[in-house]
């Protein structure tokens, strides 16, 4: 998940994002975005409800986008 946030706040929401469960890694970007986080979860629906309800409810976070992975 690539994530943008308010100028300055990139260490404490990758902090907070740090303290979900489903969360595996978040490390801070230069350029385009300022965050990639790696979400982890059973289905692609609770990846979906997961960034919604919680990464997308931080206070800061300006703008997400998902990605998926494919397994072939």
């Not at 489903?22 to 975005?33: K, M, P, Q, R, T």
């Not at 692609?44 to 409810?57: C, F, M, N, Q, T």
């Amino acid at each position: 998940m690539l994530i943008n946030v308010e100028p300055g706040s990139e260490i404490r929401i990758q902090q907070e994002a740090e303290k979900f469960d489903f969360v595996s890694e978040a490390n801070v970007l230069f350029g385009d975005h300022d965050l990639i986080v790696k979400v982890e979860a059973g289905s692609v629906g609770d990846i979906a409800r997961l960034v919604v309800e919680k990464l997308r409810s931080i206070d800061g976070v300006t703008t997400t986008k998902t990605l998926a992975c494919a397994e072939l």
